[in-house]
């Protein structure tokens, strides 16, 4: 059996590199940069007044009022026709270009017009002095046409979609989101809408493996539940194959209908590791279906409990999803946390246990849940992360230092 890290490698070994697309500024959202992108202006594009009043020359204002002449006005899109002089202004709005010759804007409170009959208007100006520059934004104070102002790699938010458009992107080139096929196999399930008959369950993983997968960034598609029956079996997994990543669950465990692993063997799917040293999730299947000339479609058979197959999803599905998005993947979301409570950890598997973070005094502080096991949905949703216990067995005591991933909600 391999270990988690052995697995890990093995997986992002098979994993191809992303595929780009372009889209449009509206449809980028969420999606991931796949070039950097250069602005095409200098921004502000002119020496542009910060405030509506009055451009003017700093050192005409001496004195407690001083009164110019108005020479022109100038709204925002408009730009000035005149520059100005000693003893003239310009009435300009927020956004407008500063005409010539002024270096500040004197805001309209502290002025008043005086508007004469066929002569040129005045304007008095209530204040003794401004600073040269005042409420004037240099042009390409904020970037320079030319510079890089978003890196490939980077998640297209609202501000950056903004940015994008400040910078002429009406076209946006991004990483393809992957398609994953999720597909749950087991006689025993129903839908979530459904009354289980006896012996029946609900299937849960699939609307959760669907939500993982689509908090991912990816586009899903829920095939739903395949029987444990040969021909059902071949041909829901020949239609999971179609996708870039097919995340099955349940079936690749020793019972007599654990059909999946033969199944994928007989659709010309190549095993590279079946079983790995951890718990819960020691019966992960994981391979790939070379197509011809298309990229090969990664398969994870994940063990048919919920908590196991949310676990294996969270630990090595999420890292391929992320590869295959373009997202750098981190290790960033671990995190040291002191154990509050004594534990017993049994058996020579590493244990990603349930458990509760908190902060305390600024220190992260690890509790684990009462959780009953990776069948036991229910006791894992009271935890928000997963505490690393690593084997051999032991008692870890209160104060310990564990490693902890935190599940965001
Ligand atoms: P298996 O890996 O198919 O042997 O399943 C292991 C356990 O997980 C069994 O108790 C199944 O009933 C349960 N299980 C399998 N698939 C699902 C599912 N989609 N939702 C909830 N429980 C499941
Ligand atoms: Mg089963």
């Known amino acids: 059996m391999i270990s988690v890290k052995e697995a890990t490698g093995l997986i992002a070994q098979h994993t191809a590199r992303p595929r780009t697309a372009e889209v449009k500024l509206a449809d980028a959202l969420g999606r991931t940069l796949a070039a950097d ?16 009043g009055y451009a003017i020359v700093a050192t005409d204002l001496a004195g407690d009022v001083t009164e110019l002449a108005v020479v022109e006005e100038v709204t925002a899109g408009k730009v000035p026709t005149r520059g100005i002089s000693s003893g003239q202004a310009t009435r300009i709005m927020t956004g407008a270009p500063v005409p010539a010759g002024a270096d500040a804007v004197v805001m309209v409170e502290r002025t008043e017009l005086v508007a004469a009959a066929d002569e040129t208007p005045t304007v008095r100006i209530e204040q003794p002095a ?10 390409g104070t904020s970037l320079r046409r030319g510079e890089v102002v978003l890196s490939a790699g980077c998640r297209i938010g609202p501000k950056e979609i903004g940015l994008l458009a400040e910078v002429g992107r009406g076209d946006v080139p991004i990483f393809a989101p992957p398609t994953v096929a999720v597909l749950a196999t087991g006689d025993e399930l129903v839908p979530a809408g459904e009354t289980p008959a006896a012996g029946q369950i609900r299937n849960s993983n699939s609307p959760m493996l669907a939500a ?18 040969e021909d059902a079996l071949r041909r829901a997994i020949s239609r999971g194959l179609e996708a870039d ?25 190549e095993q590279v590791f079946h079983k790995v040293r951890l718990k819960p999730g020691k019966p992960l299947w994981f391979g790939l279906c070379k197509g011809g000339d298309s990229r090969p479609c990664l398969v994870f058979g994940l063990p048919g409990n919920p908590v196991s197959s949310f676990v294996c999803f969270t630990l090595f599905v999420r890292p391929a999803l992320a590869s295959l998005a373009g997202i750098q993947s981190s290790d960033s979301a671990w995190q040291k946390a002191t154990l509050t409570e004594p534990f017993q950890q049994r058996g020579d598997r590493p244990t990603y246990y349930p458990a509760v973070l908190r902060y305390v005094d600024g220190r992260a502080e690890v509790t684990p849940t009462a959780w009953k096991g990776s069948a036991d949905l229910r006791g894992f949703a009271e935890g928000d992360c997963l505490v690393l216990f690593p084997a051999p067995e032991r008692r870890f005591e209160p104060g310990e230092l564990l490693d902890v991933l935190y599940l965001a909600r």
């Not at 993982?212 to 029956?229: F, Q, S, W, Y």
């Not at 990543?245 to 799917?269: H, K, N, R, T, Y």
């Open 130 to 139: 401004i600073e040269t520059g005042k409420n004037i934004m240099r042009r």
């Open 37 to 52: 992108v250069a602005s095409d202006v200098d921004s502000p594009p002119h020496d542009k007044a910060m405030v509506d």
């Open 212 to 229: 993982l997968a689509t908090e991912c960034g990816t586009t899903v598609n829920d095939l739903g539940i395949v029987r444990d029956d």
């Open 245 to 269: 990543v097919l995340v099955l669950s349940g079936g690749v465990s020793a019972g007599v209908l654990d059909l999946v692993p033969e199944m994928l063997a007989e659709l010309g799917v």
